[in-house]
């Protein structure tokens, strides 16, 4: 009997391997053709504490984490006993000898007759994959593509993972899980979130990237650093935050299409900065990764309780777009499309993602590279009326920009409120000119939104409204909730600022019942849409415990 | 050849009889010198009466932050080094709020000239002690002195081995002038303090005591020794010393960066075939 769909935990200690097992495993799986979601929970410390990596794979498309688990690796014991309760009446679990309780579906490893210590590890893997019915051959190549092909390394991983394979062929069939084989598996790329926002970034002509550490926002500037110098980028690590976002506009000033990636703490130091490009209407894409505050909060678990922080951050008023993407996919796009925005309307855009899809690696369609075109939209310095004003008050507040440096024509900037060549002023004719100049951005920023996205019944008992990073833990709640027979639907918003309420009232009005879903404790959104749409979301269902939303969470919260 | 008229002649909002005057003709001056002319130069400055120095010039100008000038002119020297960067500060603007980027920029060797109009007072917020401002310095926010020890720009750069460190005074203009060229020929970060009197807030460290006190480097004075700058960085009250202090050859910052050997970052395409090897990377 073989699976459509099983959920892997792996659990350890940080230190124990589960940042090499993890990743590889979930890389196995989309090489032989399953979609994965990936959740990672973990600790914020270095070594020791309570770990886990979970991976749900499915022949069909998986959207969203869930909690029963298939399989239950457990690297060391305080796994096996935390996490046993939430194994399915078939769940195996798999465990070095020494601590493997005994019972039924149990795997009970003899580590140290497979391999030597640092190479547990890949016989762990092995193991693993073996009991998912995944070929040998596949594993050993992506162990390989990982560790490298040569030295006594290869030699002792590619051993440890025959041992591993050879010992788990010969255990009681009935402890394998085999997924059912897909033949001729596509060709996807494993990524997690901000592999797909630095990618997304890139594509659409990012140079240029200052940063300050801080999870889960620290693997944008790691992935760009990555490939910096095949890309021409240049990435530097700032003193602090507040470094970090006026190098970016320093940059983007002379020409760099620039970004900055951080999370909540982090962002509140560049708070100045936002209200700056908002004023030198300098181009800047602002990612932002939730966790759950106030304050240090849970450094490493999700949230997603920044909307409203990001929404209104900066003094003053000036137009902004904020993307908030929903898979991994949608990060790559929406950073791109974050750029183009930022670049036609000169004024800061945001992508607000969060620790869980941060993290979360799924399978994805190579993205196609040829069509992507960087996003810049400079002046021809033999375009502009003479003398140049960086700030000609225009119809629709974008003036023509132009580089400095690189013609006759000045470039001046200026963060005190200003006349149309720049310079400062206190002119209060000026000034009016100016702000409704500003302004008059945001009508093209209307113009542009991305609609959010209605599926389901047209006019049914339940809808669920969700935004970014929840997209999949709703959409499948929704799909239970319709096939015990329930009219259910779903509006997700990608982009969450600016609002046009034509877009969806009609499918607000048209619902019997409409349940905002928010990984924040206040309903962030739900306020959101009052506001701006007039709406009032009655129900709610929320989430700020760290832990990401799962179909089973809302199904249980509407319940309650 | 360029001329300081080049720079332009603009109306000023400070105040008559003020040292930033002087400053502000040094700084054309020494740019003519160089033979820089205004669209190749970009100001970047921050908040305060010496931060609007730049709207008086006919140059490229990033007016940003109060404290944030030098990551600013650090973005944008990495973007584009074929531009000249100064930046223009006050005693307030990098030596208080913008503290951890001084040291940063000290530390990076960025390739900016940074021109500090030291007041010793906060003049814009109306006399306020400064990070410069000498003990028992009495004002409305500090009625018995600053209640910090002063800080003192040269000896800290020269301790962190900048890169070229020089005091001038305004009352100097001529020897002004040709510190600013020099600082602008000078490949890596330098820091050029200035000495401004304030004539609204600042009745204490007044043109006349300056004068008193302020002497030029004699020509012997041999900058590249470090123990010897500190000991003249450290010369403060009966006299102060004016020209180069301490000058040390280091590498450039963005030479760190290969990307920008290839020119402005803004004009280089999206190198899609390296776009799609990467790609396979996640395979
Ligand atoms: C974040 C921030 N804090 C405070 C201010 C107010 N502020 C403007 S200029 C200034 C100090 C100016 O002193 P200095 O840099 O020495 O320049 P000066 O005016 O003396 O030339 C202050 C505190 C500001 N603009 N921004
Ligand atoms: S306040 Fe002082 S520094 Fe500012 S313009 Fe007036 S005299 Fe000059």
């Known amino acids: 009997m073989s699976e459509r769909e099983l959920n892997i935990l792996v659990g350890g200690e940080a230190g124990q391997g589960l940042a090499t097992i993890g990743p590889l495993l979930a890389k196995c799986l989309v090489r032989s053709g399953y979609q994965v979601v990936v959740t990672q929970s973990y600790e914020s410390r270095i070594r020791g504490g309570h770990n886990t990596f979970a991976v749900r794979a499915g022949v069909e498309e998986v959207a969203a984490p869930r909690e029963a688990v298939d399989v239950l690796v457990a690297l060391n014991e305080e796994t096996a006993t935390l996490h046993r309760g939430e194994l399915t009446p078939r769940g195996v679990v798999v465990a070095e000898e020494a601590f493997a309780a005994g019972g039924e579906n149990v795997v009970a490893v003899p580590y140290k007759e497979l391999a030597a210590g640092r190479y547990r590890n890949v016989a762990s893997l092995g193991v693993v994959t073996c009991l998912l019915g995944l070929p040998e051959d596949l594993v050993r190549q992506v162990v390989e593509g990982y560790f490298g092909k040569k030295g006594k390394a290869v030699e002792e991983n590619r051993a440890a993972l025959a041992a591993a394979y050879a010992w788990t062929k010969d255990l009681d069939p009935s402890l394998a899980r085999p997924l059912a084989p897909v033949t001729d598996p596509p060709r996807r790329l494993t990524l997690n979130g901000n592999q797909a926002i630095a990618l997304g970034a890139v594509s659409a002509g990012a140079k240029f990237c200052a940063f300050y550490p801080m999870t889960p926002s620290t693997s944008v500037p790691l992935t760009l650093i990555a490939h910096a110098e095949e890309l021409g980028l240049v990435v530097e690590q700032a003193e602090d935050e507040i470094a970090a976002i006026n190098m970016a506009l320093g940059a983007s000033y002379a020409g760099a299409p620039a970004l900055v990636a951080t999370s909540g703490g982090g962002f509140a130091l560049m708070v100045e900065g936002v209200s700056l490009a908002g004023m030198t209407e300098t181009p800047l894409v602002v990612v932002v990764a939730q966790r759950p505050g106030p304050a240090t909060g849970l450094p490493t678990r999700t949230e997603q309780a920044d909307l409203e922080f990001v929404l209104r951050a900066g003094h003053g008023e000036f137009p902004r777009a904020l993307y908030a993407p929903g898979t991994v996919e949608e990060c790559f796009h929406l950073t791109r499309r974050a750029f183009e925005t930022t670049q036609r309307y000169q004024t800061p855009a945001f992508v607000l993602t969060d620790q869980f899809l941060a993290d979360s690696f799924r399978a994805v369609e190579p993205f196609d590279a040829e069509g992507l075109e960087a996003v810049g939209a400079f002046a021809e310095p033999e375009a502009v009326a003479e003398p140049y004003e960086r700030f000609a008050v225009t119809a629709d507040g974008v003036s023509p920009r132009l580089l400095p440096g690189f013609s006759r024509h000045l470039v001046v900037a200026d963060s005190d409120e200003h006349t149309e060549d720049g310079h400062l002023t206190e002119d209060l004719t000026a000034r009016t000119r100016q702000v409704e100049k500003r302004r008059r951005k945001e009508e093209g920023l209307r113009r542009e939104v991305i609609p959010p996205t209605y599926e389901g019944e047209p006019r049914p008992e339940i809808l669920f409204v969700s935004w970014g990073s929840s997209r999949g833990a709703v959409a499948e709640a929704a799909a239970e909730l319709a096939s015990a027979g329930t009219a259910t639907a779903t509006l997700h918003f990608a982009q969450v600022w600016p609002l046009v309420p034509e877009q969806f009232l009609g499918h607000l009005e048209g619902a019997q019942r409409v349940i905002a879903v928010e990984g924040n404790a206040s309903g962030q959104f739900a306020r959101l849409l009052r506001a701006e749409a007039g709406v009032d979301v009655a129900s709610r269902v929320s989430r700020y415990d760290g832990l990401p939303l799962t179909p089973e969470y809302v199904l249980r919260a509407l319940e309650s | ?283």
């Not at chain 2, 913008?98 to 960025?110: D, E, K, M, P, S």
């Not at chain 2, 000896?155 to 020897?175: I, N, P, T, Y």
């Open chain 2, 1 to 283: 050849m360029v001329q300081a008229e080049d720079y332009g002649r603009y109306e000023t909002a400070w105040c008559p009889g003020c040292g930033n005057f002087a400053l502000l003709e040094a700084v054309k001056e020494g740019l003519a010198r160089a033979d820089l002319a205004p669209h190749q130069v970009l100001f970047v400055s921050g908040i305060g009466q010496a931060a609007k120095a730049p709207h008086y010039l006919n140059a490229n100008v990033f007016n940003g932050l109060h404290g944030r000038s030098l990551p600013a002119a650090t973005g944008a020297r990495l973007a584009n080094a074929e531009l000249k960067i100064l930046v223009q500060s006050g005693d307030g603007c990098n030596y208080g709020e913008g503290g951890n980027h001084l040291l940063a920029a000290i530390r990076r060797n960025v390739d900016v000239t940074m021109l500090v109009h030291n007041n010793l007072v906060y003049g814009l917020t109306k006399g306020q002690a400064s990070p410069t401002s000498e003990s028992g310095f009495a004002t409305k926010a500090q009625p018995h002195g600053p209640t910090a020890e002063p800080f003192n720009p040269l000896a800290a750069a020269v301790a962190m081995g900048a890169s070229f460190v020089a005091r001038g005074f305004v009352g100097e203009g001529e020897h002004l002038a040709e510190l600013i060229k020099q600082a602008v020929g000078w490949r890596g970060f330098s820091l050029v303090d200035i000495l401004q009197p304030c004539v609204s807030f600042n009745k204490l460290n007044t043109h006349a005591w300056f004068k008193k006190r302020c002497y030029k480097l004699s020509e012997d004075y041999d900058p590249t020794v470090r123990e010897a700058a500190l000991e003249k960085a450290y010369e403060w009250g009966d006299r102060i010393p004016l020209g180069v202090i301490y000058r040390r050859e280091r590498e450039a910052f963005e030479n760190k960066f290969p990307a920008t050997a290839a020119g402005p970052l803004g004009v280089q395409p999206v190198d899609s075939e390296a776009f799609a090897r990467i790609l396979e990377k996640y395979y």
